[in-house]
């Protein structure tokens, strides 16, 4: 057994089930992000490893103990809300303080704590001043000093970044998951935000309606997503309709790919726009590579890169040039190369 383990877990509310037989292993020391699209059931699912909501069904274990029905005060977890949940008449040390409090430990060792651990998330000095007087960020690095001066076991993380802009949202992803990985501890966070999940995790488990849809490494996630909804979800990418030939390859825009089609069923062609290249019509097709052709409906430099919509005999894609290469002039005739061995494909999606 995993030092985490969440066991089929199950939550219904009157009309719908938000988490539906979800099962996770984590092993000590790991970061794992809950993915997934509003709704899909990610806050629920801490929350009942939190103890804030009880499961209908399934089973929760910390180091080989079941804590299904533990309540939240005895399961030495963290949890930092979205909201951060400042007590705003506390100051900084207070507030840090609090857990050390309501465990009775004495004041001289609640001070040592609360300096070390407002040292560690950079907000030395601090100690006085109450919420209001601080940044979203500062809020946020004292809900983590909050969750981490207890020491818990878990660390649990409900999009704790999103209130942030978006330069401060990368200095606190980086500094959060090197502060995780200094400590060693056991963290599981929520988010809907893909680059959060894809820098901050060592494996990401992306649900969907409830449900895990994959667990994997961020590269696992990115470059072999198990299903179409992952692949969608996770990064940017064509859905091109496609159709087979007799040989079995896939056609796209009336042109056979080096790609295996599936053996049955209508399916689409799924490219990230990063590994398309724009060359000329001219330029012969190299061992491995998938082409089409097709025309520039539109080109707009996006600072680090240009985005190309192209238009051809079977519909649109898009594709994402390197910086440098210049806009195109739209109407221009160009040929779309890329290595076919980046070409996933998925049945077609039932309505
Ligand atoms: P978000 O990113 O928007 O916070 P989420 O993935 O965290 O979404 P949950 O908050 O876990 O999703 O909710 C999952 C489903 O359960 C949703 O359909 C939601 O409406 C429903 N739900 C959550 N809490 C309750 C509740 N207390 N009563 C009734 N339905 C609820």
Known sequence: ?????????????????????????????????????????????????????????????????????????????????????????????????????????????????????????????????????????????????????????????????????????????????????SLGITTLFVTHDQVEALTMCDRIAVMNRGRIAQIGSPEDIYERPATRFVAEFVGRANALPATRNAEGHAVLWGQALPVKAPASGEFDLFVRPQRMRIVPVSEPVADGMARVTGRVLRSVFVGDHVEVLLEGAGGQLTIETQSGSAALPEGAEVAVIWQARDTLSFARETP
Request: net charge positive; hydrophobic share 40%.
């Open 1 to 181: 057994m995993s030092y985490l383990e969440l066991s089929g877990l199950q939550k219904r509310y009157r009309d719908s089930v938000a988490v539906d037989d979800v099962s996770l292993s984590v092993e000590q020391g790991e970061a794992v992000a809950l993915l997934g699209p509003s709704g899909c059931g990610k806050t629920t699912t801490l929350r009942m490893l939190a103890g804030l909501v009880d499961p209908d069904r399934g089973a929760i274990h910390l180091d080989g103990t079941e804590i299904t029905r533990l309540p939240a005060h005895r399961r030495n977890m963290g949890y930092v809300f979205q909201s951060y949940a400042l007590f705003p008449h506390l100051s900084v040390a207070r507030n840090v303080g609090f857990g050390l409090e309501e465990r009775g430990v004495n004041k001289a060792e609640i001070a040592r704590q609360v300096t070390e651990a407002l040292a560690l998330v950079r907000l030395a000095g601090l100690d006085g001043r109450r919420p209001r007087e601080l940044s979203g960020g500062q809020q946020q690095r004292v809900a983590l000093a909050r969750a981490l001066v207890i020491r818990p076991a878990v660390l649990l993380l409900d999009e704790s970044l999103s209130n942030l802009d978006a330069k401060l949202r990368d200095t606190m992803r980086h500094e959060i998951r090197s502060i995780q990985r």
